[in-house]
């Protein structure tokens, strides 16, 4: 197992050290062993997830599973990383809380632009007012299978499953730099969160995000310590995760390790490259996965609209009469989600469903509407709309971009009854 005290080692010296082992199995003869479950993927998990990528552990969650909790349980929570691990014997891929020796271990630097660099420990932030987000994690990439509709992208294919209802606690971002009275200069308008993730080659790229200090949404942002009331897992981005709610998931960078004030973006691929939309319309073949630049494309910050169906699926079999159709929706929390609409006839008529209060206004939205159904195959659709005006289009083909991002597209599903 490699050496807990990771934070006091060189990042790409403990790289080297905990290694990066493929999960495929050699069978006899030379035959690919079948691709692994999810429990065997990340320790913890429950069996069943939807894998796209057992060497990096990306999976998703099945909606039937989705929909049976108000807070995403960690075991069934879809799944993100970055670089490879080593399975089952790796403190980074495993649900379980991370070890007292990680824990007392962990250093937050806080630097870049300011007279009084700090070095923060968890002991310090734990003593340090909590408080509470509920919010949607999403990976920017969810829906992604849907894009292949006008032409494919490259990618974990995920449906609906990359996003989970999550209860954050931790200290407040805003008020704890303040805190630290460590005097930024007029030239530091950026923060930069850096996590621990370490590229699998020397000339790999750190992952960092950046965000404009003036941004509004670093008002409800916190480090957070625990997910559900327990300790975050590394692989959930333990042991203290940056929260900002209603961002996309890639914007909550997982165990952070420094926090620097600078004047511009960091460098770091993972926000000059990746993570990015077009600005404005592309067409396949016009836009290439290579060709973002800050002047055409922005980063994935807020979550665009979005609404899921939760009930009936395909799965469920409704029987011809009345059903319950229900799911949720969710936004940037900027804007209050005013309503959700429903067709049971592919878009022919729509009704309008009933919207439960939110926790948060960055957390799901459960809707219903009690309708009937018809003998043969029903085309079910939801749209959301919010106090703005934003709306979920009809054909989200319409925002396609050549890496898959943001999908928000009207969502479909088709039961036979």
């Known amino acids: 197992m490699p050496d807990e005290r990771a934070p006091h080692l060189n990042r790409r010296d403990f790289g080297k050290l905990a290694g990066a082992a493929s999960l495929a ?62 399975g089952k014997a790796s403190w980074y891929a495993t649900c379980s809380p991370p070890s007292a020796e990680m824990v007392n271990n962990w250093v937050l630097r806080v630097d870049g632009l300011v007279q009084r660099p700090r070095d923060v420990k968890i002991a310090d932030l734990a003593k340090m007012p909590q408080v509470k987000r509920v919010s949607v994690l999403q990976c920017a990439g969810n829906g992604r299978a849907f894009f292949a509709g006008k032409q494919k992208v490259a990618g974990g294919q995920w449906h609906n499953g990359g996003m989970g209802n999550v209860e954050w606690e931790g200290v407040e971002l805003r008020p704890f730099l303040a805190s630290l009275k460590m005097n930024p200069g007029k ?36 480090l957070a310590l625990k997910m559900n009331g327990e300790p975050i897992p590394a692989t959930n981005g333990g042991p203290v995760r940056l929260i900002i709610p209603g961002y996309y998931g890639n914007m909550n960078v997982k165990m952070v390790t420094n926090l620097l004030f600078a004047a511009a973006e960091s460098p770091s691929a993972f ?32 979550h665009k609209i979005k609404s899921v169906i939760f009930s009936p699926l395909p799965e ?72 703005k005006g934003e709306s979920q289009p009809l054909d989200g083909l319409t925002r396609w971009n050549p890496r898959g991002y943001e999908w928000n597209g009207a969502d479909r599903v088709e039961v036979t009854v």
């Open 25 to 86: 199995v050699a069978m006899p003869g030379g035959a690919a062993a079948a691709a692994p479950d999810s429990a065997a993927i990340i320790a913890g998990k429950k069996s069943g997830l939807i894998i796209h990528n057992a060497k990096l552990g990306v999976m998703e969650t099945p909606l039937t599973e989705l929909r049976k909790y108000a807070h995403t349980p960690k075991e069934i929570l879809f799944n993100r990383l970055h670089y490879p691990h080593q």
């Open 187 to 222: 030239a530091a308008t950026w923060l930069t969160a850096e996590g621990w993730d370490q590229p699998a080659t020397p000339v790999g790229s750190d992952f960092a995000k950046s965000y404009h200090l003036n941004d509004p949404a670093l008002d409800h942002a916190i």
């Open 271 to 302: 926000q000059s490259m990746g993570y990015r939309v077009p600005k404005g319309p592309v067409e396949p073949g016009k836009f290439g996965r290579n060709d973002y630049t800050h002047e055409n494309s922005v980063p994935t910050y807020g």
């Open 316 to 387: 469920d079999r409704p029987k011809a009469g009345s059903v319950e159709i229900a799911g949720v929706a969710f936004n940037d929390g900027m804007s209050k989600i005013t309503k959700v609409e429903v067709s049971v006839d592919g878009g022919k008529t729509w009704h309008s469903a009933t919207i439960t209060p939110a926790e948060s206004p960055w957390a799901w939205h459960h809707w219903s509407l009690k309708t009937k159904l018809r003998n043969g195959k029903n085309v079910l659709i939801s749209r959301a709309m919010d106090a």
